[in-house]
Every structure is written in structure tokens, then in C-alpha cells.
């Protein structure tokens, strides 16, 4: 082990002090540079079913990272209206970061058209 602790540990401290959205989107880089990884290492790799293996994990990180990257960007208006929400804290948002003006939020008795999620005030 080195002086900075195991990979493990120098993984989770890049995380630490972040707030949700902060933490998933870090993550959601960190996959998407994973199946990178996975696919250099499927471009040098030899066996055949090693390679398939290789590329089905390149995918799977990649959907997971696309996953995260979607539940942690805020988008800039109100899917409904198109009312632009400059900041971040008048929007109303679920858990895929559907957002919403408050007055259409309201009128969607805070359910989410999209996802059937509940619509709360960003944080």
C-alpha cells in the first residue's frame, strides 16, 4: 500500500466534501472513461471471447456513466412552458433532473410527466 492508501481510498476522497449531484456527476465521468479503458484494452486483446467480454463491460460502464451524467445535469428551462431558469433553485426536479418552472410543477400536482417521479425543489 502506498502512502496516499489504497486505490480504493484515494477513489472515495475524490468524492468527499461533494454534494449528490456533484458525486454522481464525478461519477458518471469516471464510468464513461472506464469503458474507454476497457476498449483499449479490447483493441490489444488477442482471445476472441476476452475481447466480446471486454467490449460488453466497455458498454455497460458506458450506459451506467450516460446514466448518471443524465441524473445530475440541470437542464435550463421548464420542459412544460420553456420558461428559462437561470437559477438553479427556482426549478422543480425529479430524480432524472426532468425540470420544471414551479407554476407548471404545481399544475403537475409535482409528478413527473416523464418519469412519474416526484417533482422537488432543486438543491
Not at 18 to 28: D, F, I, P, T
Not at 32 to 46: L, P, V
Not at 103 to 120: F, Y
Request: glycine residues 8%; contains cysteine.
Amino acid at each position: 500500500m502506498s502512502k496516499e492508501g489504497s486505490p480504493e481510498q484515494v477513489m472515495a476522497s475524490l468524492f468527499v466534501g461533494l454534494s449528490r449531484h456533484e458525486q454522481m456527476a464525478l461519477l458518471g465521468r469516471l464510468e464513461c472513461t472506464g469503458a474507454d479503458i476497457y476498449r483499449a484494452w479490447a483493441a490489444k486483446e488477442q482471445n476472441v471471447k476476452a475481447r466480446e467480454a471486454l467490449l460488453k463491460a466497455a458498454s455497460r460502464e458506458e450506459e451506467n456513466g450516460k446514466l448518471l451524467q443524465l441524473m445530475s445535469t440541470a437542464k435550463p428551462g421548464c420542459e412544460k412552458c420553456s420558461k428559462p431558469l437561470p437559477d438553479r433553485h427556482q426549478a422543480h426536479v425529479c430524480s432524472f433532473q426532468c425540470t420544471f418552472c414551479p407554476d407548471c410543477a404545481g399544475a403537475m400536482n409535482q409528478v413527473c410527466p416523464n418519469c412519474g417521479g416526484t417533482l422537488s425543489p432543486a438543491a
